[in-house]
């Protein structure tokens, strides 16, 4: 199949002609899809669009914003079993998993909606007799909204949906690994009957398309998610043009175990946040952390389960987890691995790619548990982004802590006890943005913001009432009415 980019309502190919084919990691041998190359002149076409396009959306009354929205909403629950079958095909999750996504798609999508059409400003008393002060909330204009492969669906709507409803205008670049997701997300908008160059689509690379996105004097907000290193060079362009950044970044999340937790409730919540999605959520569960009492319990808790994952194609049924998305994902945890024999640390199971019975044609690792894994090693300090997991002893709680805080991320975290004085001091003392207690850390919903600190997140979260935040900007007005 052959597609295009979607720029100012209409579906056209990249300006220089130049094509790539996205291939399912599931099996090589399978191109589901020719996709534009998209230049830095495709990319400022798409932005000149929405910037014509912003005035008319952003004086649209938000109650027809909501109704274009809403239409869009109901098309994406019509198209569940085909949009599921694309996310599988490029991404490589279960089906079962692409539905999950698509379903909170749907729950993001209709708290935005309805996020807008209560949005309002404020009202405060003044200082001065006979003046009436209040503050109103504005569109920014145009943003660029840069989507990751892992949730190549979710975070479209997580990201679009408040900048839309707000009154912005977006050009959209999605990964190149998960352009048909993309595409996908922006049908149900075209259908929808979206104004054309409200909403533009380019596929292409991050040097030219996305470099266009992040430095155009037009853009007026940048909604990346995406690896560390990328968000740092997004951020230090963006600020030469005072450009607005909300940045969703990595990982390396701990769930702490203490001595006494319910093991088999901790295990469980290890286990699928470890490896749903093949590890590839930002928020899996990537160190877990025991007490030196229950670790050897808690281990043998978590092999058990792990040796029952079947890995396999995610269309078949009965696959608990399908192949890493793509091949540069797959040499990037294979290195890892190696990494991780190298420092001294026990492969307890997998540690290998798997090759037979037709996995070879694809990017498949078997589900991987680590022991004896230290605090300073690279394993438990940089993000895998895998089926990788290290399983770390400490002596206590306050050496548990101390190991989880221990690293440049604070994305996700969570703590299984049975101790409310410690889970309250844990909530305090996480240095994360999203924490639990006997939850999985990949665990959250959309009423209440999403965003890590440190080196997992900048600028203000996405989802919960800070969605629209993001994209808009506060005008204060002061009236002498006497």
Same mark, same amino acid.
């Given at each position: 199949m052959k597609s295009q980019n979607y720029i100012d309502g209409q579906w056209v190919g990249a300006s220089d002609g130049q094509t790539f084919a996205q291939r399912n990691p599931a099996d090589l041998e399978h191109v589901t899809g020719e996709w534009p190359q998209g230049t830095s002149a495709d990319a400022e076409q798409a932005i000149e669009a929405a910037h014509a396009a912003f005035p008319a959306w952003a004086d649209m009354g938000v109650y027809q914003r909501a109704e274009y929205l809403s239409r869009a909403v109901a098309v994406l629950k019509g198209r569940a079993e085909e949009i599921a079958a694309i996310l599988t095909a490029e991404n490589g999750k279960t089906l079962d998993e692409a539905h999950t996504e698509i379903g909170s798609a749907v729950r993001e999508m209709e708290f935005q909606i309805a996020q807008g059409i209560s949005m309002c400003g404020q009202t405060a008393p003044s200082a001065q007799a006979g003046v009436f002060a209040y503050s109103v909330r504005r569109p920014l204009g145009v943003a660029s909204i840069i989507s990751p492969w892992n949730f190549p669906f979710n975070v479209p709507g997580r990201k679009c949906t408040p900048a839309l409803i707000s009154g912005n205008t977006i050009v959209f670049k999605p990964a190149s690994l998960t352009p048909g997701a993309g595409r996908a997300f922006v049908d149900i908008f075209a259908e929808a009957g979206l104004p054309p160059g409200v909403l533009n689509f380019v596929c292409g690379g991050g040097s030219t398309v996305g470099e266009t996105m992040i430095t155009h004097p037009l853009v #007026?907000? =940048?909604?990346? *998610?995406?690896?560390?290193?990328?968000?740092?060079?997004?951020?230090?362009?963006?600020? #030469?043009? =005072?450009?607005? *950044?909300?940045?969703?970044m990595g990982g390396k999340n701990p769930a702490v175990i203490l001595a006494?937790?319910?093991?088999?409730?901790?295990?469980?919540?290890?286990?699928?946040?470890?490896?749903?999605?093949?590890g590839q959520w930002c928020t899996s569960t990537s160190r877990a952390i025991a007490e030196r009492e229950v670790a050897a319990a808690f281990t043998d808790k978590v092999l058990e389960r792990v040796k029952q994952i079947r890995v396999g194609n995610g269309t078949e049924d009965g696959v608990d987890m399908g192949p890493v998305c793509g091949t540069d994902q797959l040499e990037t945890i294979e290195a890892y691995i190696e990494i991780g024999k190298a420092e001294g640390a026990c492969i307890a199971h997998g540690g290998e790619r798997l090759t037979d019975n037709g996995f070879d044609k694809g990017c498949f690792i078997a589900p991987t548990v680590f022991t004896n894994v230290q605090p300073q090693m690279r394993i438990a300090q940089e993000e895998i982004f895998g089926p990788v997991l290290c399983l770390m002893v400490a002596e206590d709680f306050s050496e548990a802590l101390e190991i989880a805080n221990g690293v440049e991320f604070g994305l996700a975290s969570s703590i299984f006890t049975r101790d409310i004085g410690r889970a309250f001091q844990f909530l305090d003392e996480t240095d994360v943005g999203l924490t639990h207690v006997n939850m999985m850390t990949a665990y959250r919903e959309p009423q209440l913001s999403f965003g890590g600190v440190k080196a997992s997140g900048h600028g203000i979260p996405e989802s919960g009432d800070t969605g629209i935040e993001f994209f808009t900007e506060h005008k204060v007005a002061f009236i002498n009415y006497h």
């Open positions: #007026q907000s =940048i909604s990346f *998610t995406g690896s560390t290193q990328v968000g740092r060079g997004i951020q230090q362009r963006a600020a #030469q043009g =005072i450009i607005r *950044t909300q940045l969703e006494d937790a319910d093991l088999d409730m901790a295990a469980d919540a290890v286990v699928k946040a470890a490896y749903a999605c093949a």
